[in-house]
C-alpha cells in the first residue's frame, strides 16, 4: 500500500525493479572482487581501496567494476566488513596455533 501511495504522488516514482537489478549488479560485483581478493592473497598487495584495505594489481579490474555498480558508502561499508571478518580470522587462526591445536 506504501508503494502505491508512493507511486501516485511521485509519478517518476520508485522503481523497485530497477532497484533491485542494480542491487543485484553491485552483490554480484563485490562478490567477484572479494572472491579476487581471497584467490589472489598470496600476491604482493600494491594497489589501495577504502579503510586501508590493500588487493593486489591483478585485482583492479573487478575492483573498478565493484565500485562503478556500488554506493561509495556500500563499497565503505563492504571494505570495513571485510578488513574486520579478515582482522577477525587471523586473530582466530593466531590463538588456534598458540594453543597447539
Not at 2 to 11: F, H, S
Not at 42 to 64: F, M, V
Request: proline share 3%.
Amino acid at each position: 500500500m506504501a508503494k502505491e501511495a508512493l507511486a501516485t504522488r511521485n509519478p517518476d516514482g520508485v522503481h523497485t525493479d530497477v532497484l533491485s537489478a542494480s542491487r543485484q549488479a553491485c552483490y554480484k560485483a563485490r562478490d567477484a572482487f572479494y572472491a579476487c581478493l581471497e584467490k589472489e592473497s598470496d600476491k604482493k598487495q600494491t594497489e589501495i581501496g577504502s579503510k586501508g584495505l590493500l588487493y593486489p594489481a591483478h585485482c583492479k579490474p573487478a575492483r573498478d567494476q565493484f565500485v562503478n555498480n556500488c554506493r561509495a558508502s556500500w563499497v565503505k561499508h563492504f571494505d570495513a566488513l571485510h578488513c574486520k571478518s579478515r582482522s577477525l580470522k587471523r586473530l582466530l587462526d593466531d590463538k588456534e596455533s598458540r594453543r597447539g591445536v
